[in-house]
């Protein structure tokens, strides 16, 4: 009995997927927009649940966001300029 259910619940698992997956696909003419949340979400809702719970000021929490955010774009350009000088040597 345990197999037939297990089986089951495979296959029923598998035409979910696939039934997600046409769904997801994009074609030519289509108006669906996907929208990409911000990779850095979790961070800002953890900084103010922070300041929310008062654990941290809401001037810190600012200032905290405004680093990490300037932080992450000068990571994103130095990664950008080294691929760019691969590239150019290769």
Do not use: C
Not at 32 to 37: A, F
Not at 71 to 82: G, I, K, P, Y
């Amino acid at each position: 009995m345990s197999v037939t259910i297990l089986v089951e619940t495979k296959r029923r698992r598998t035409h979910r997927r696939a039934a997600t997956q046409r769904r997801n696909t994009s074609r030519p003419g289509s108006r669906r927009v996907t929208r990409h949340l911000h990779p850095r979400l979790g961070w800002y809702a953890g900084l103010a649940v922070m300041v929310a719970i008062e654990v941290i000021e809401w001037p810190l929490a600012i200032v905290m966001m405004l680093g990490h955010e300037i932080a992450h774009r000068a990571h994103s350009q130095a990664l950008r300029d080294f691929a760019e000088g691969v590239e150019a040597g290769a």
